[in-house]
């Protein structure tokens, strides 16, 4: 039973002789189980208050950069400081540096600048491209811990992703549209922000290999390049549906869902399955609408506090521990909406 307690400490904080916790550590019998139990209770409660000890007036200094629309970045910043409580007795401040698109080499220079300036770690969602993997690299020189989110850049020094296994979220909504399609005949329209992100390929390629595999005379067709941006989204997905009139289900993997829905609407189009990702404001108000069929969400709580988690532990302020999980994927329809979901304004 490894510890480093005097076994005077773990006595008094068992409420037992040290004879006692003498024989429990060294195994020497002539002890109740219950007693045993009470002695490893009570390493594991001075250890979790050590951990307490070594973040009491700690202050992380986090940057979250983020290349992602509006909509979404907005609900990352609603989720880190939702967290923050959970994150006493440290302090967490963060510096939030968002942007909805544009150049690599800007995303780069503001990496390099925290890098110059200091930082106690940055959370990132980037492209997947050689000069961001350059600056991360560049971070990790510096000292400064980097987490990936939501989508990774895994050929860098930084020190874990943390969001969901995006492969099997695009097999996931390819089982969901084969399901709700049936026998009907349709044409799937997927539809990508930008082909550098990670996570938007691992869906489509999720959601390309069942589609093949269970639904083969199904005709995927793919846009890209809308950023996630309503207002680029419309004119790709009116184009798309003008030359294919078989289009009748969407695989939403970027985002931009209002925009292709007015689409389908302008054209007098139905849209039989519409399956998107994140619940973020626009698609909360969507999916209550019933003009989403599901959504695949998972906890951005629970990521942006594993992110910071990680961050600790890198300057020693946490206990190491395992590699991290994917995130649970949760397949969200109008009927079993979150309770912050349904009770979430729509701007």
């Known amino acids: 039973m490894g510890h480093p307690f005097p076994i005077r400490e773990i006595a008094r904080q068992a409420g037992l002789s040290e004879a006692t916790v003498d024989r429990v550590l060294n195994g020497r019998g002539g002890v109740r189980e219950s007693t045993a139990r009470e002695v490893r209770q009570a390493i594991a409660d001075l250890d979790r208050q050590r951990t307490q000890v070594r973040l009491v007036g700690r202050t992380f200094m986090i940057d979250i950069v983020m290349q992602a629309p509006e909509r979404f970045s907005t609900a990352v910043r609603a989720a880190l400081e939702s967290e923050l409580p959970s994150l006493h007795p440290a302090v967490v401040r963060s510096r939030f540096h968002f942007r909805e698109t544009g150049p690599v080499a800007e995303l780069t220079r503001t990496l390099d600048r925290i890098a110059r300036r200091g930082s106690q770690g940055v959370i990132l969602k980037a492209p997947d491209v050689p000069e961001v993997t350059a600056a991360v690299g560049r971070l990790a020189e510096s000292g400064i811990p980097v987490v990936t989110l939501v989508t990774d850049v895994p050929a860098t020094a930084r020190l874990g992703y943390v969001g969901i296994d995006n492969r099997a979220a695009g097999a996931t909504a390819a089982y969901l549209m ?79 869902n209002i925009a292709t829905l007015r689409a389908f609407e302008d054209l007098g189009r139905e849209c039989a399955v519409f399956v998107a990702h994140d619940l973020d404001h626009d698609n909360t108000r969507l999916l209550r609408e019933h003009r989403l069929s599901a959504v695949l969400h998972h906890d951005l709580r629970q990521d942006m506090r594993e992110a910071c988690h990680i961050v600790m532990r890198a300057h020693g302020a946490l206990p190491p521990a395992g590699p991290t999980l994917p995130s649970a994927i949760q397949v969200v329809t109008p009927y079993n909406m979150p309770p912050q979901a349904t009770s979430r304004g729509d701007g």
């Open 178 to 256: 084969g399901q709700w399609l049936g026998e009907r005949p349709s044409n799937v329209l997927t539809s990508l922000s930008n082909g550098f992100f990670r996570n938007e390929e691992e869906r489509e390629m999720g959601f390309r290999s069942a589609m093949r595999t269970h639904h083969p005379d199904r005709t995927l067709v793919e846009i890209a390049e809308g950023h996630g941006l309503d207002a680029t989204q419309y004119d790709l997905v009116r184009a798309a549906l003008a030359r294919d009139p078989d289009i009748r289900a969407v695989y939403s993997i970027g985002g931009g």
